[in-house]
């Protein structure tokens, strides 16, 4: 199985702050990983896939990067709208996919 | 606009069987997408279940593999869930979502339903 872990498992920041949140798979993934922001009581909602390609409708301060097993999702000017639980996800072994544990992002 | 719905009881006894079914509209569960269910426990993170595509072909989490079922109905374009034998560590809000991969590329989960709450409990 491959195992995904994000770090940190949780941050504080500050409206207009550049964020990074990273993740790290236990073995090559190719660029199959995907990010999601999470609202409480919501589904989670698709940002980046393929490591940095942005899904449509989400805001341009959203970027991704990284391939084989180090990756990077970046916020560049926090906005109130973006304090949410982030994960990130690999489908190299599609249809099956594992999930890293979250990272949650709270205003200082 | 695509979107999927899940339904089924929200409270089920422990050693019973959970059973939802996802409703999809503005997609073809006979179409070239996957179709899964992931669960959310109360306060954690996101486990994959399972996934079934168009020819009924099915996918478990090696953890779950035992208990799990899905199953497709095209003709009402729904897919569903059953899960026997659970217990307390059940209880979780349980999405269907659907996921894409073909061609060497892979767009992401990028429907999801609202997600069920389904509490395992005497």
């Known amino acids: 199985d491959i195992q995904m872990t994000q770090s940190p498992s949780s941050l504080s920041a500050s409206v207009g702050d550049r964020v990074t949140i990273t993740c790290r798979a236990s073995q090559g993934i190719s660029t199959y990983l995907h990010w999601y922001q999470q609202k409480p009581g919501k589904a989670p909602k698709l940002l980046i896939f393929?490591?940095?390609t942005l899904q449509s409708g989400v805001p341009s301060r959203f970027s991704g990067s990284g391939s084989g097993t180090d990756f990077t999702l970046t916020i560049s000017s926090l906005q109130p709208e973006d304090f949410a639980t982030y994960y990130c996800q690999q489908t190299y072994t599609t249809p099956s996919m594992t999930f890293g544990q979250g990272t949650r992002l709270d205003i200082k | 606009q695509v979107h999927l719905q899940e339904s089924g009881p929200g409270l089920v006894k422990p050693s019973e069987t959970l059973s939802l079914t996802c409703g999809v509209s503005g997609s073809s569960v006979s179409s070239s997408f996957f179709w899964a269910w992931i669960r959310q426990p109360p306060g954690k993170g996101l486990e994959w279940i399972g996934t079934?595509?168009?020819?009924?072909?099915?996918y478990y989490n090696p953890s779950l593999k035992s208990r799990v079922t899905l199953s497709m109905d095209t003709s009402q374009n729904q897919f569903s869930l059953r899960l026997t034998s659970v217990t307390a560590a059940d209880t979780a809000v349980y999405y269907c979502?659907?996921?894409?991969?073909?061609?060497?590329?892979?767009?992401?989960?990028?429907?999801w339903g609202r997600g069920t709450l389904v509490t395992v409990s005497s």
């Open positions: 079934i595509y168009r020819s009924g072909t099915t």
């Open positions: 393929e490591a940095s």
């Open positions: 979502a659907r996921d894409y991969c073909g061609g060497g590329r892979c767009s992401g989960t990028d429907y």
